[in-house]
Each structure stands twice: as C-alpha cells, then as structure tokens.
C-alpha cells in the first residue's frame, strides 16, 4: 500500500471522530436508528429467552433478531437510496461474503429438503432465512460504525449481554434458579444461551477480546477489560466445556503473536522462566478445573463415529452440500449400524457435527466451505494486517475474538445463540479496515417522508409475523406436556391451534396425531400423521406413527390380507428406509407384521432391531411373540437361539421354551424356562412353560 493511501485511510478513520456536518449520513437519524437496532439485537441474541415454549432459547433468539431484521434492512435501503453507495465502507471482503451468501442460496436451491433449508429445523432454526438475517446484521454494523462512541454503544450492549447472562448463570450455579430446566443447570450452567457448551463457548470468546483489550487500549480501559476477560474465564471454568477450555488455550498464541508483532520480541532468562512457569501453573489449573476434568475423561469413539457419518453424508453430496442446516435431513441415511450401542441412547439424532469444517462441508457442500474458508482467512490477515494502524486496539480485539470463536467451533455446534459472532466481528471489521470514499456522505437525495415512514411500517408489521411461530411454539409445549398425562382433549386442541398458526412443522401435524389416537379417532390421526410425513419424510418415528395407526385401523376392520393392511405394511416398511440402521423402525415394522399375521416378516424385522439395539425389552416381547407363531419350528428354534446369542433375556428364552415344548422336546423346554424363571422370577409365561415341562410324565 502507497504511503498517500495510507494517509487517505488514516485521514478517513479521523473523519469518524469528528462532529457530524449538517447532511450527513454519520449523526443522521438513519444511522444512529440502525446503530441502535444493531445495539438491541447483539443484546437480545445474549440474553432472550422464553420458559412458555418447546424450544425456550433458539426460537425467541431467532424471532427476536429477525424481527429487527426486517427494520434494518428498511432504514439500510433508506440510506442508500438517500446518501448512496458512500455509506458502506469499501473492501474485498464484501466479495468473500457475498459469495458464501450465494452458496447457501444455491444449496438451498438443490437441497433434498426445501423446508428445512429455508427455516431451519425446528431446534436450531440455521436455515437460509438465518443466514440473510446475519447478512443484514453484517451490513448494518459496516453501515452503522462510524464513531467512537458507536463502538461503545456496540460494546456496550455486548458486555450488557454477558454481564446478564453471567448473573443468571451464578443464580444457576448456586441452585438458586427458579426456573425448573429439563437438565440440572448447577452442575453445568448455561446462563440465558440455554447450552453450557455454547455457553462456555460465548464466554472464550468474550475473555479473549476482554484479554486483548486489557493488553493493547489505554490504562482507564485496561482495568475494565482485565475484569471482564478473568470473569468470563471464570464462567467458562464453571460450564465445564472442554472446547472453550482449548480455544482460550490458542487464544493466548494469537494475544502472544500481537504482542510480539506491537512490542517485538525482547525476552531475557528470568522473563521466560517466569512465563513458563505461569502457563505450567495455568494449564494445571485448567486441567483441575470442571472442563479440564471433562477432557481428560472425554471418550473419543462417539466423537469419530460422528465424524465419520458427517463424511459419509458430504461424500454423498460434495458440491452443493445438504442445504443449510441439513445434516438432520442425511443423518438417518448414513448413521452406522451400531450407532445406538456407542452413543447408548436409543433413537438418536444428530443434527450438528461439533465441527465447523464438517458442518460447513456436508451442509453447502465444497462450495460453502471454500467461501467460508477464504473469507476467515481474509478477515484474520485484514486484521493482523490493521494492528499497525491507528485502528489497531479495535483490530486486536476483534482478532482475538473472531480467532478464538472459530477455535472453539471446531468442537462446537452452530446455534443462533453464539453464530453471530463471526458475522457480527466481520462487520465491525468491515467498518474498521473498509476504504470510505469521503470523509464525510452528505445526501444525495431527498426521499419523502411518507414513502419512508411507509417502509418502517411495513417493515415493523412484517416483523410482527414471528409472533405466530412464537405462540404455535408455545401451543405445541402445552401439548407436549398433556400427552404424557393423557389429557387427550388439550392434546389436540393445542396441538390444533399450533397447526393453524405455523403449519409448516411436522411436529405439530404429529402431535395433533398422537391427541387424536388417544381419543381413538384414528382416521384423523392417520391423516395427522401422514401430513407429518409428507413434511418431514427423513423422520422415521412420523412414519412409525403412522403405521402404528394404520395398522389399527386394518385390524378393526378385519382387513389383515387386503389393501389396508398393504398400505400399513409399506408404511412401516419406509420407516426402515428413512432411518435403516436404529432398531425403532425395524421394531416397529415387526410389530405391525406381528399384527398382521406376517409372522416370517415379524421375526426377520424383530431379530434385525436386536441386532441393532439389544437394550430394548420390547424388542424381546415381539420377536418371542413372533417366533412362537411361526408354522415352521426349527425356524423358529433357529431364530430365537440366535436371540438368546445375542441378548439373555427371560422373554427370549420363554419364548424358546415354548418352541421346544411345541415340537415335544420336554427336556429343552425345561432348561429354556428355568432360566427364564432365573432371569426374571416374575414372568408368568415363564413359570407357566416350566409347570408345563416339568408335568409328570414329560421326559
């Protein structure tokens, strides 16, 4: 760079300082409007949360910033209507970011799942619509910074954030909360992010920029800044999160480098002596500390089997990925075949792989991860490249912040409550290194001020429309709640209200299903149930649902061997398809074949879900019932042997002592039953088989 363009660079960083002319866009209503709406977003993302819906922190976070989306995006088309294209600072990384806004247009465009891409699922909410709202937000922070006391507000609303979320999190640690949580928030906070993996991961981030500032601004800031940067250690400490605990560890390598690079490198015997014994003296207290306990517990074999289906997933799709937020949708398809031993959780899924490289990679394909791999490269020698200028303590901090986040998310997951970090820092960068054209961006047209209340308006009515996803939200967790009560009628009314305010989830279609079977009104259920279907296919248990209903419907009308027990059967059957290798639809298809007199297909299913899966008893209740009905004994010997072989469970072996006792091998059904009888004093058809072989007479 010339020695002049760097004095036209130097000369325009001044030009934000200084008071606002008559005219110009810096101090105008537009600007101060958008920079308080950037303010009030950053701060809602921290600390929204809700207590009256299913999903009580992403989905408020998610409504709350796109609410104010729709407001910035008005006033930033106000503003370049009226003061032009001057306002937004200008630099290459608008190209990189564009780019990888593309990309998620265009594997949203070719993704298997339209709905998902779009939206999101229905925890994360990371579709497409996410990312064009932190798009909004990147602009709206180049746009809006432009002053000193711009940055503060920013800032301010930040550090307000944490600093609640930080307070909540102690009320939380000290088990004081009164909120009654689904998981035990004393042993690992989460504050109002409402994940103490995310949780802690806010907070790496927050002590790396507060550590940066402590080392590079000015002395009345550096003793806030080291208070800031220790307690936000001190939470990430407390929320146990081993990542966080590792990306502040590379934190200290990007604070040393700017150090180095501010002061140069002067170090004497006594200097490095006393330095290695503060990180040894550091990293054993880490490693005392809960995170560090966790890492050094941490088993690696779950963490590879997700690596490896999120691979499996990518290769199947390596252009253009899975659509954003998409690898809920490939999970099913690629999960291994003994997935729900090493998780040893039934039914899992995993919409996340704990890594950006892969998460980017599987969900817009190599497409994706080549625009957000270039533009965190350019963002971090952008600002390597701004520590020598006078924006340099901003630039550290920032650095520091953007670094750290990206380290923390390599074992991390994306969530609207930590993912606009990078955005929001590329933002700030944007404004901080960006070439402005003048000092000054005086109008270069007036607009009339009908035609842009007008705009606000429609804008602010437009925002008001979450509001409909936030109550269906909140219906649907009302219904969550009675189902297992079986209060029927609530069931079905909530459920019923949550449809008609936001029917595009499958959930609520399923939900209503499941009010309606309980009410035994089954014909409406199945259509529930279908619809659920038809808007998620990848989920099996809607398919299972389905199934279950359709089979009860072809049982009552004694229609075992005609067209609906056909459709019952293939509705099982896609189950399987949708999600091959977990035992629940494999079960469940053996059920409905079970009930449907299909006794061969009941047994193959019922013995293939035990293979999958051997710690569902009833899983053992169908294969026993199935094996005894089969015409052909030796089959049936032959498949419950091989049950027993894999599982020692009493209904298994009752169900072989019922086998023998058919074929007249007395003998056999007495060691069969005894151990049934040894296993579980208390099964009935056990003691009943074991009376029976044992009858006088009996070999």
Known sequence: MSRASRSRRSASRRARDVAPRTGDFSGSFAQQALLWLVALKLLGLIVVFSTVVQFGFDLPKSLWSKALEWPMAAILAIGLLRYGTAIVPRTRLHVLVAAFVAANVVATVFAPDTYVALFGLPNRYLGLTYVADMAVLYL????????????LVVTAAVLIGAAVSLAYATVQYLGLDPVRWGRDPQERPFGTVGNPDMFGHFFAVLAA??????????????????????????????????????????????????????????????????????????????????PGQRLLSARVSDRVLLYETTLRAFAARPLFGWGPDGLGVAWPQFRGMHDESVWQQPFLAIDQAHNWLLQTAVTTGAVGFLALSATIAAVSWTLWRSRATPGGPASAVLLASYITYWLGALTSVESVSVSWIPWAVTGAAVALTGTRVAATAPAVRRLPAAAEALALAG????????????????????????????RADEVVARSSAAV????????????????????QQLAAATADFTEATARAPFQSNYWINLARARTTLAVAAGDTNGPAAAAALEVARRATAADPNVSAPHRAYAETALALGRYDLAAEEALHALRLWTSDPRTDVVLAGAATKLADKDAAERVLEAAVALKDSAPLWAGLAQVRLDVGDFAGARAAASHAVLLDPTNADAKRLLALASQPGSP
Do not use: C
């Not at 008609?500 to 009410?519: S, V």
């Open 459 to 486: 804008a602010l009515l437009v925002a008001l429309t979450g509001l409909n996803a936030y109550r269906a939200n909140g219906e649907i967790w009302y219904a969550t709640s009675a189902y297992p009560a079986g």
């Open 140 to 151: 709206g922070l180049a746009v809006a910074l432009r002053r000193r006391s711009d940055w």
């Open 500 to 519: 008609a305010l936001d029917g595009g989830r499958a959930d609520y279609w399923n939900y209503r299903g499941l009010g309606r079977e309980q009410k």
């Open 209 to 290: 920029g507060a550590a940066a500032a402590a080392l590079f601004t000015g002395r009345r800031a550096r003793v806030v800044a080291a208070v800031v940067a220790a307690a936000a250690l001190a939470m990430v400490l407390v929320s146990g999160t081993r990542g966080a605990l590792l990306a502040d560890g590379g934190a200290l390598l990007v604070l040393a480098a700017l150090w180095v690079r501010a002061h140069g490198l002067r170090l004497s015997p006594r200097l490095v002596l006393g330095i290695a014994g503060a990180l040894l003296v550091a990293a054993l207290g880490a490693l005392a500390s809960p």
